[in-house]
């Protein structure tokens, strides 16, 4: 029985069915679901309009686009909001306004963001930098090749497992027959007539006239060829040859090599070349009297090498433009000497008041006498010329140059240089003369006012320097010229560079406060004084500080500074006399009453500098420095007995910790220990946590062989101090130089963790694994070490000398990017270059160390035992005076030397000696 039909079959399907949405099935859609192509025009189909509930929303886009590309943070999808509105006037102008502001904070932030953009370029070159920038140093080393061993090096193909056998090239001889078929195919000739090595085919005997084409010969013969080679040859250097004289102008013999630099290398030259040439030729046919065109066509010829063709057209512009300058100068360059002076001779017929010609007709002129004659038609023809009248005087003896002057003074009576050179040739009272007419007719000029003041001081009228100096200034400010500070100063400078320091102090005691606010003038006058220290003015700059402490009495500072550029540039009387004037100005100034004592003291002035000492206990009452210094004063002169004296009333009154281990010291190191011990108990017992105590009375037992005591002494030391690292150190010594180096490690771990991130621990720590284990240990703790300080120069410098000679360069390196300036890092870098043999770049480290830290003994000591291995005797000497003047104190070989016992009378010059005996290098 067959299934009823649906009632639906046949039917249209309702307005807006999807066929299979009810299972589901809506994963695509055909051609046929869409509904053929149609124009715009086409009616839609009903079966694809909405539902009558589907009404389209008030401002709802049709063509609405949800592509991500489309989104925007600020107005969402589809683009603005008011995008639909009509775009007036208004809006045009705020978003212009807007325009404007983005662009000006843009500006604002530009700089800070061109520098983060080229940091982070250059981080990021760093962290991935290029091929060929890791391979900078290997091509760098490739200079460093012989040619011997480029040669060795075996080609790519002899490196492979199989070698190729060389293929020989074969060579299959051609006969006559083919070489003259292919000469006669594409028409080459083998001789010239004679109009063509004539005028070397550049000219036509005839308009129209059918040029005559050379026969071809039947064979080929190569001498032929080379008679033609030849023939080309001549022609060229007939172009060549001088046509005015007939000389010619080419080297023969290097005629070849200077070809080559003569004419362009490339077409596009020549093509370059070849346009110049037309348009300059335009511009000499359009404006003949325009001068910089037939300047431009010479110079043109000129670099291409045509130097006859270039002197011809500036002969000829010469001819079209005679009242130009430059071109008879450029005529007198281009042309020989003995033409050049006949071309210069006719240029000032035509322009008679050129300075620039006259000078250079001077110039060509060989003679004296000639150029003498030279310069003075110039004179008669421009009398006013600064520059001819100085050539002229320049050529002239003392005697005639002064009449000379005296004439060129009344031609030219502004030129200062003039009146100037005038004054130095006459007498004194001529001098002033000149002088005084110069200030009338230029009376706004300093140089003569500065003239005159050197006049007098050079006569020794001392009096008279300052009087002129203030009346300078004085007649220029009534003239209303400007005082400009910096150009006085540079003028005291000079002053002072030339032997005339008291024109130049006065100089300085005039201007230097012109033009300064008062709450600027210290700060200014410091910067000044440093300036010209550094240009050599000393003078100028002592000058500045008298000045500055006469409206600063009362600044300690001031008085300190000065006293430190007198040490370091004047005299010891000026440093004494100094200091005299500054310890009555500022008499509670401790440091200034010290400097006067140590200064009469070097200068041998023993006795004024007890005195000394003694004015400064009545300013200063229980000075510890003072009593130190008076201490010190006396025992360095061999006074013990006063020395002692002046240890027990200092304890009495004064009685500090320091004063009592002064005391202590100098009973040891006279030999009186059972002295020294005794007043050590005493001192600990006031002074229980002062660590160098402890450190002396263990010291000393160690000296007496009284191990055991020294290590109690030691003990009790670090209950008291537990925080001083010498005394961590000293007992960490005692049990490794005992053979204790377990007890040695216990101590030096006990004190790390007392004292965390202690270079100095660190390093004792080192040194016992050293000693006492293996080098493996030690650079394990070493590799702890740097971990926990990576910043401490002391290990980094003790780092680079474990490592093996030749990873030692990499292990420098390292130290340097963590302690660039670190003195003994550089200390250990010029020790590494001097084992390596290059002195050159040892001594210059060792230079910048002892610069960068002249208070490290260890370094002068080292510079100074290089220099007497490598250097002169010069050499050694400016070294060891520079130590002297630097008086270091610091470094652990240096102050080993320093404050042993024995060696307590030793200056600075005796411990250098020693300390660079015991340094090992």
């Known amino acids: 029985m067959a299934a009823a039909a649906k009632a639906f079959i046949g039917q249209a399907a309702p307005a807006g069915y999807i066929p299979g949405v009810g299972r589901g099935a809506t994963g695509f859609t055909t051609r046929s679901d869409i509904g053929p192509a149609r124009e715009a025009s086409d009616a839609p189909d009903e079966r694809h309009w909405r539902h009558a509930g589907d009404k389209k929303k008030e401002g709802e886009d049709d063509n609405e686009n949800l592509n991500d590309s489309n989104y925007d943070e600020f107005a969402g999808y589809s683009g603005s909001l008011f995008s639909g509105g009509a775009y007036d006037e208004e809006d045009r102008e705020a978003d212009l306004v807007y325009d404007a502001i983005d662009r000006r904070m843009d500006e604002r932030r530009q700089d800070n963001r061109i520098k983060r953009e080229k940091e982070e370029l250059e981080r990021f070159r760093k962290e991935r930098p290029k091929i060929q920038q890791q391979f900078v140093d290997l091509k760098r080393d490739l200079a460093k090749v012989s040619a011997e061993e480029w040669d060795n090096l075996p080609e790519v193909a002899d490196i492979g497992k199989k070698v190729k056998k060389q293929r020989t090239e074969r060579f299959t001889p051609m006969p006559d027959s083919f070489l003259n078929s292919a000469l006669a195919s594409r028409g080459q000739v083998s001789e010239l007539d004679a109009r063509q090595q004539k005028f070397g085919g550049l000219a036509t005997p005839m308009s129209g006239t059918q040029t005559l084409m050379p026969s071809f010969k039947g064979d080929l013969d190569l001498k032929e060829i080379g008679r033609a080679r030849t023939s080309m040859m001549g022609v060229r250097l007939d172009q060549a040859s001088d046509s005015v004289t007939g000389q010619t102008v080419v080297d023969p013999k290097g005629y070849l090599t200077d070809l080559n630099s003569l004419t362009p290398k490339s077409a596009s030259d020549i093509g370059d070349v070849k346009k110049g040439r037309l348009l300059l030729q335009s511009v000499r046919q359009t404006n003949p009297k325009h001068a910089p065109g037939w300047i431009a066509s010479a110079r043109l010829e000129e670099t291409v090498g045509r130097i006859q063709i270039a002197r011809n057209l500036i002969v000829q512009g010469t001819q079209m433009c005679p009242t130009n300058e430059d071109i008879w100068l450029e005529a007198a360059r281009l042309l020989p000497p003995d033409q050049a002076q006949a071309i210069v001779a006719e240029g000032v017929k035509h322009i008679a008041t050129s300075v620039k010609i006259w000078m250079r007709a001077a110039e060509l002129e060989q003679d004296v006498q000639a150029k003498k004659r030279v310069l003075r038609q110039a004179l008669e023809a421009v009398p006013d010329s600064v520059r001819l009248w100085k050539a002229a005087v320049d050529l002239e003896e003392a005697a005639d140059a002064r009449l000379l002057l005296g004439r060129a003074v009344e031609c030219c009576p502004t030129s200062v240089d003039l009146w100037l050179a005038l004054a130095h040739l006459e007498t004194y009272d001529n001098a002033k003369q000149v002088l005084n007419r110069a200030r009338k007719a230029i009376p706004g000029e300093r140089s003569v006012w500065i003239t005159a003041a050197r006049l007098e001081e050079s006569m020794g ?21 400007e005082i400009n500070r910096p150009l006085w100063l540079e003028d005291a400078e000079r002053c002072d560079k030339s032997g005339s320091p008291l024109t130049a102090q006065a100089i300085v005691r005039t201007v230097v406060g012109v033009g300064i606010e ?9 910067h000044d004084c440093e300036a010209m220290v550094e240009h050599g003015a000393y003078n100028c700059a002592r000058a500045v500080y008298a000045h500055a402490l006469t409206l600063f009495p009362s600044d300690e500072n001031l008085w300190l500074k000065a006293a430190f550029f007198e040490r370091e540039h004047g005299t010891s009387a000026s440093l004494i006399e100094h200091l005299k004037q500054a310890v009555a100005r500022c008499p509670r100034a401790e440091v200034l009453w010290l400097m006067r004592a140590k200064a009469l003291w070097l200068a041998n002035q023993a006795e004024e500098a007890k005195k000394v000492l003694a004015q400064a206990f009545t300013c200063n009452d229980n000075s510890e420095e003072i009593w130190l210094a008076a201490i010190k004063l006396e025992s360095e002169t061999g006074f013990d007995d006063n020395a002692r004296a002046l240890l027990k009333r200092a304890r009495e009154k004064a009685g500090t910790a320091r004063i009592w281990m002064k005391s202590v010291r100098f009973e040891w190191v006279t030999g009186n220990l059972a002295t020294a011990q005794s007043l050590l108990d005493s001192a600990l017992e006031l002074h229980p946590q002062h660590a160098k105590l402890w450190m002396m009375k263990g010291q000393m037992l160690q000296q007496e062989k009284r191990t055991d005591e020294a290590r109690i002494a030691f003990a009790n030391g670090l209950k008291q101090c537990p925080t001083s690292i010498p005394l961590w150190r000293l007992a960490a010594e005692l049990e490794a130089n005992g053979g204790q180096a377990t007890r040695a490690r216990a101590l030096l771990e006990n004190a790390r963790k007392r004292n965390p991130k202690s270079p100095e621990l660190w390093l004792a720590a080192v040194r016992v694994e050293r000693a006492h284990a293996s080098e493996q240990a030690a650079k394990a703790l070493m590799a702890k070490a740097l971990q926990d ?12 000398f474990m490592e ?36 050159s770049k040892a001594r210059s480290w060792f230079n910048r160390t002892v610069k960068l830290d002249p208070d490290l003994g260890d370094a002068w000591a080292a510079y100074y035992k290089f220099e007497l ?15 002297v003047t630097a008086e270091p104190h610091h470094g652990e070989i240096w102050q080993s030397v320093a404050k042993n016992p024995v060696n307590w009378k030793l200056n600075t010059k005796d411990i250098l000696l020693l300390t660079a005996r015991q340094l090992t290098m």
């Open 461 to 481: 009228k001392k009096e008279n320097v300052e009087t002129i100096v203030q009346t300078a200034v004085k007649s220029l400010k009534a003239n209303m010229v």
């Open 518 to 526: 008062d709450q600027d003038r210290l700060e200014t006058w410091m």
């Open 789 to 800: 300080c990576p910043n401490s120069g002391l290990l980094w410098a003790e780092a680079v």
């Open 804 to 839: 093996a000679p030749v990873q030692r360069r990499a292990r420098s390196m390292d130290a340097l990017k963590h302690c660039e300036n670190d003195p003994l890092v550089l200390l250990a870098v010029a020790r590494l270059f001097l084992t390596e043999r290059k002195t």
């Open 869 to 883: 291995q490598y250097g002169t005797e010069a050499q050694q000497e400016e070294v060891l005076q520079h130590c």
